[in-house]
């Protein structure tokens, strides 16, 4: 790097310059949707396209509550995303605390079976899904989503977690452990505070996971008396 | 000889050996797993060795390796892999690069780390269908920024999904968008990890800046990095909503993910659709192993 560039990236200089990157990268596509939406019909298919919008108009966020139940969709996706966040990583952080603590022969053929998962595209597991959802008369209920979103989550929750448990030193438990702690006592109040981040992290992802997910979500709310063939309508997108 | 003191029940369930434990701390997790997966599976490789469209009814026929001899004659399929391989081949290693330069910078001593981090979630949380649509409208020949970017800098408009080579490079621009972010927040989990420390030592041995980022950042980063890398390649297999939503002429970007919705909601064709699905399988086997033989089992 010359002597000029290396002027230029003193160091507060640098971090402006990281900030903009990552906000530009980050907040760009969304930005511009947001101002898109904000665009009349006449606007959006205008030529040249217009960067900020002249006259900004609602009619499309009208739309979106009057003529769809937007709220009610919105909270039905954040019940079934947190609730699969909850018990994903409840499960993942016992399986995990297992395959990186405990004494367990093959533990690497367990975590691959976990990890196996999620090769399985969803589209392939709708229908055995939607059948068992159906024989359970789940259908139409949060449960019918929370059970397999958890499932999915769960390779990414517990691989995150084990990296992360296998990071903390054994001798902090064993030292709880002296202390008269308990094994889980342990995990609950020394190893999870100390692995924040890896829970943090698995938890937006599983949420995240969750929240994305659409297929799913539509084939098991179908009306119990539709077809499985109505149940996988094309999606338009 | 030295008798080993029998233990009663309640020992044993308030103290149990960490073997036992183990397997007990693990039954929740494998037993979702075999009601939600391991049975839908087994249903999938059983139907790939039948006849079963849902358009023609029962009852369905066994054809042994029917379905797996008409996958392997099968242009569409052949064209469907081919395209996975080249989503994943361009995404994986370039969503790590983009997304290991967004943790670093994002890791930089910021006062206000907020925005940076929410900049950071964001392109993960919008969903990958919605990222798709959102490309698909950048990529518009018309009325996209994309074509009013390069006709402002004097260069050619491109008609992007006209092209199956250009579809694909979109296709592969906004799977990185999305999924860097991916990559950027396991990695950035993994960066603050690193000891400050590590970093002060190797500052007064005189090590330059990149010295530090090849022999302190990246070593240690390895462990975080295959496990983003496990989970991008898997889901890069089965890349479906963004080319989706991103369709280039005909079917010629299609990949096999979306050739096995095809088969299996379109044209209801289940035992097919699971055939193909048990290929997507193969090949996601294949990759994991190829990974986890990189991962050791244990620290210590």
Redesign the interface.
């Known amino acids: 790097m010359s002597a000029g560039l290396n002027n230029f990236f003193t160091a507060k200089r640098?971090?402006w310059f990281?900030?903009a990157?990552?906000?530009l990268?980050?907040?760009f596509?969304?930005v511009?949707?947001f101002f898109?939406s904000l665009k009349g019909e006449i606007e959006?298919?205008?030529?040249?396209?217009t960067y900020w919008p002249q006259n900004p108009v609602l009619t499309n966020y009208i739309a979106a509550f009057r003529d769809q139940p937007l709220p009610g969709y919105l909270l039905n996706s954040a019940i079934v995303a947190i609730l699969s966040m909850l018990l994903s990583l409840f499960?993942?952080a016992?399986?995990a605390?297992?395959?990186?603590r405990?004494?367990?022969?093959r533990?690497?053929l367990?975590?691959?079976?976990?990890?196996?998962?999620?090769?399985?595209?969803l589209?392939?597991?709708m229908?055995?899904?939607f059948e068992?959802m159906r024989g359970l008369n789940l259908l139409n209920s949060y449960v019918a989503l929370v059970?397999?979103y958890?499932?999915l989550n769960?390779?990414?929750c517990?691989?995150?977690l084990v990296?992360?448990f296998?990071?903390i030193p054994?001798d902090i438990e064993n030292a709880a452990m002296i202390d008269g702690c308990t094994?889980m006592g342990a995990l609950w109040h020394v190893v999870m505070p100390l692995a924040a981040?890896?829970v943090?992290?698995a938890g937006?992802?599983a949420f995240?996971n969750s929240?994305?997910e659409?297929l799913l979500s539509m084939s098991m709310n179908a009306a119990e008396n539709s077809s499985?063939?109505a149940a996988?309508e094309?999606?338009t997108? | 000889m030295h008798q080993r003191p029998q233990r009663s029940l309640r020992d044993r369930i308030l103290d149990p050996s960490e073997t036992a434990l183990a397997w007990a701390l693990l039954t929740p997790a494998l037993l979702f797993i075999a009601v939600i997966v391991a049975y839908p599976v087994s249903t999938l490789i059983i139907n790939s060795f039948f006849d079963v469209r849902l358009a023609r009814g029962l009852p369905v026929t066994f054809i042994g390796f029917d379905n797996y001899a008409a996958a392997l004659a099968d242009s569409m399929f052949w064209r469907a892999v081919r395209n996975t391989l080249i989503i994943t081949f361009i995404t994986v290693p370039g969503a790590l690069v983009v997304g290991l330069g967004l943790a670093m910078l994002a890791n930089m001593p910021f006062r206000f780390r907020s925005p940076i981090r929410l900049a950071l979630l964001l392109p993960w949380a919008l969903p990958l269908a919605f990222v798709g649509l959102i490309f698909a409208w950048f990529f518009h020949s018309e009325y996209g920024i994309i074509n009013d970017l390069i006709r402002r800098f004097g260069g050619e408009p491109q008609i992007w999904f006209n092209s199956p080579g250009l579809t694909m490079m979109a296709i592969c621009m906004a799977t990185i968008w999305k999924t860097s972010s991916f990559m950027a927040l396991i990695l950035l989990a993994g960066l603050q990890t690193i000891p400050a420390s590590l970093y002060e030592a190797a500052e007064v041995d005189g090590a330059s800046k990149w010295t530090q980022f090849r022999e302190i950042t990246l070593p240690l980063l390895v462990p975080s990095m295959l496990v983003a890398l496990i989970f991008r390649t898997l889901t890069a297999i089965q890349s479906f909503d963004i080319p989706f939503s991103m369709p280039g002429p005909g079917e010629e970007s299609q990949t096999l993910a979306m050739y096995i919705q095809l088969n299996t909601v379109d044209y209801l064709d289940l035992g097919y659709g699971s055939t193909l699905a048990v290929f997507m399988f193969m090949l996601s086997m294949a990759t994991t192993w190829v990974y986890l033989r990189y991962v050791r089992g244990d620290k210590d």
């Open positions: 640098l971090r990281a900030a990157i990552v906000l990268n980050g907040f596509p969304a511009w949707i898109t959006l298919t205008a030529k040249p396209i499960i993942s016992l399986a605390y297992a395959i990186a405990l004494n367990l022969k533990r690497n367990i975590l691959t079976g976990i990890i196996a998962v999620s090769m399985f595209p589209v392939t597991l229908v055995p899904l068992i059970l397999p958890t499932v769960l390779p990414i517990t691989l995150v990296s992360f296998q990071d054994r094994r981040p890896g943090f992290t937006i992802l995240v929240w994305d659409f499985i063939g996988f094309p999606t997108r």
